[in-house]
Nanobody
Framework: QVQLVESGGGLVQAGASLRLSCAASGRAFSRYAMGWFRQAPGKEREFVAGIARFTNYADSVKGRCTISRDNAKNQVYLQLNTLKPEDTAVYYC???????????????????WGQGTQVTVSS
């Protein structure tokens, strides 16, 4: 069992940066691939970034976003730079057991989800 708690969201102006954090409780954190997803009002949840033995990014954030993890602290981070109004969404952290059951950008492979943190980017 893994519990995930996101933090770091907020209201920022376009062009700003944010660092989201996800704290995981439970054992064997390092055995999980971690992902960040987001959901904007009226839209489906979409993949943002994932980290296993590799990293993977959605095209919409590639070059502006960095996912990282600290296994000693049971934390995963999402650095978002040059934020745009279209980045406004609730951002969710998720954990997928390894070996992966599918592609890292597929929400179906993630067994555990956090409650989300709101990111709002004003123009």
């Amino acid at each position: 069992q893994v519990q995930l708690v996101e933090s770091g969201g907020g209201l920022v102006q376009a062009g700003a940066s944010l660092r989201l954090s996800c704290a995981a409780s439970g054992r064997a954190f390092s055995r999980y691939a971690m992902g960040w997803f987001r959901q904007a009002p009226g839209k489906e949840r979409e993949f943002v970034a994932g980290i296993a033995r590799f990293t993977n990014y959605a095209d919409s954030v590639k070059g502006r976003c960095t996912i990282s993890r600290d296994n000693a602290k049971n934390q995963v981070y999402l650095q978002l730079n040059t934020l745009k109004p279209e980045d406004t969404a609730v951002y969710y952290c998720a954990a997928a057991p390894t070996p992966l059951k599918g592609l890292i950008y597929s929400p179906e492979i993630y067994d555990y989800w956090g409650q989300g943190t709101q990111v709002t980017v004003s123009s």
